[in-house]
C-alpha cells in the first residue's frame, strides 16, 4: 500500500535531532506524500526549503490562529509584509497550499478579531493565487461556516483534523471542500458518521504530526509513518479495505494539492 499524510508538521522542534530518519521511516512504511504544514512566516520558509531538497515533501505558507498577532491579523504595514513574504513562498512550486489558517475560540491564543482577519486574508491570497486553502476550525463552528459559504467558487479548502458537527461537514461538501481525518479517528469517542459521511473523493488522512499520535502510538510522538494507522481506523469505521482508503486517500490527496503523478 503507498499512503499520503496530507497534514503533518515536520518542520517542528520535535523533529529536530532526527528529522531525517522520521522521513526515511516514513518511506519505510509506504508514506509517498508527505505535505507539512506552515504554522508562521519564519516557519513557511523552513517548510519550502524542507519541500525542495525532499521529492516527497511538498509544503504550504501560512499563519495558524494560534500565531497570529497585530501584524498578521490588523490591517497595518505589518500585515501586508507578512502576506507578501507568505505570498513569495506560494509562488515556488514546492508550495501547494495556503494555511494552516483558520479559527481557535477553545484556546483563544489570539483575539478573536484578529483571527477572522487573518483567516479573511488568507482566503484572499488563496483565491489570488488559485490555491487551496488548509482550515483549522475548534470551537468556531458558525464563523467556519459562514467563510466556507462565502468562498463557495472561488476557493477550495480542507477542514483538517475534522471533528465537526454533521451540519459543518455538510456546508463543507456542499461548498465544493474536503476533509480530512486524523488519529483521533482511531479514539473511542469519535463519531464514526463524519467518515462514513464523506465521500470517497473528499476526503484525505493525515497525521498532523508530531501531535495527536493514534492508537496503538497513543503517548509518543507522532509522525507520518503512523498515517498508515488512522488509515486503517478509517477503513474500519466505512466498512473498506485499507488498500482502499490508502489508493482514494492518495488520489485525493494529489487532486486537492495539485501534486502531480510521478511519471510511469
Known amino acids: ?51 525542495r531538497v525532499n521529492d516527497d515533501v511538498w509544503c504550504t ?27 513569495d513562498v506560494a509562488a515556488h512550486p514546492r508550495c501547494v497550499a495556503i494555511g494552516e489558517t483558520g479559527l481557535d475560540y477553545f484556546y483563544d491564543n489570539a483575539p478573536r478579531d484578529a483571527q477572522r482577519r487573518s483567516f479573511a486574508r488568507h482566503v484572499e491570497l488563496a483565491a489570488e493565487l488559485d490555491l487551496p486553502v488548509v482550515v483549522h476550525s475548534r470551537e468556531a463552528e458558525a464563523d ?30 456542499a461548498a465544493g471542500w474536503f476533509v480530512s481525518f486524523t488519529g483521533i479517528a482511531t479514539f473511542k469517542n469519535f463519531d464514526a458518521g463524519l467518515v462514513r459521511d464523506a465521500p470517497a473523493d473528499r476526503y484525505m488522512i493525515e497525521t498532523d504530526a ?6 496503538p502510538k497513543r503517548g509518543r510522538r507522532n509522525e507520518p509513518a503512523f498515517v498508515a494507522h488512522v488509515a486503517a481506523a478509517v477503513a474500519r469505521l466505512r466498512g473498506e479495505t485499507p488498500e482502499r482508503v490508502a489508493e482514494d486517500t492518495w488520489a485525493n490527496t494529489a487532486s486537492f494539492f495539485r501534486i502531480p503523478e510521478e511519471p510511469s
Not at 15 to 28: G, I, M, P
Open 144 to 173: 467556519t461556516a459562514a467563510v466556507v459559504r462565502e468562498s463557495a467558487g472561488q476557493v477550495r479548502g480542507v477542514l483538517h483534523c475534522f471533528t465537526g458537527s454533521r451540519e459543518l461537514l455538510a456546508e463543507a461538501l
Open 210 to 215: 508530531p501531535y495527536l499520535a493514534p492508537v
Open 61 to 87: 505558507a501560512g499563519i495558524h490562529p494560534h500565531a497570529v498577532n497585530g501584524s498578521a491579523g490588523a490591517s497595518t504595514p505589518g500585515a501586508a509584509s507578512t502576506m507578501d513574504a507568505l505570498r
Open 1 to 51: 500500500m503507498r499512503f499520503a499524510d496530507s497534514h503533518c508538521h515536520l518542520t517542528d522542534r520535535a523533529f529536530r535531532a532526527d528529522r531525517a530518519a522520521v522521513l526515511a521511516r516514513a518511506r519505510e512504511a509506504g508514506v509517498g506524500r508527505v505535505v507539512t504544514i506552515a504554522s508562521d512566516a519564519e516557519d513557511s520558509l523552513a517548510a519550502l526549503e524542507l519541500a
